[in-house]
């Protein structure tokens, strides 16, 4: 199994502009066990809990990662998701 970073930057292949804001990189953090257990105790859907939990390991508010690009998002998500393990909401 390889090791997995404490945090990941993503450099996004579409920069957006949120409240002013250029935005061409996000860095994810790895989760702390709060971030599990709110991601467990989810009730929401898994597009929904996934990119709130995406929000909450790059610090940013949900609304941000709204606005991101598809292809961009998707590689946060996967590394999220392996991260996590079978703790997905997948």
């Known amino acids: 199994m390889s090791e997995i970073e404490r945090q990941k930057e993503f450099k996004l292949g579409f920069p957006i502009e949120y409240k002013g804001e250029p935005i061409d990189t996000l860095t994810l953090r790895r989760p ?3 971030d599990v257990k709110k991601l467990s105790a ?3 859907d898994a597009l929904t809990a996934s ?3 995406v ?3 790059a610090g940013k508010p949900v609304e941000l ?3 991101l690009d598809p292809e961009d998002y998707a590689p ?3 590394w999220t ?3 996590l ?3 997905s909401p997948e």
Do not use: C, F, H, R
């Open 85 to 87: 393990g079978k703790l």
């Open 32 to 34: 702390k066990m709060s």
């Open 42 to 44: 989810s009730k929401k």
């Open 65 to 67: 990662i709204d606005e």
């Open 81 to 83: 998701q392996e991260v």
């Open 55 to 57: 929000a909450s390991l």
């Open 51 to 53: 990119s709130e939990t």
């Open 76 to 78: 946060m998500q996967m």
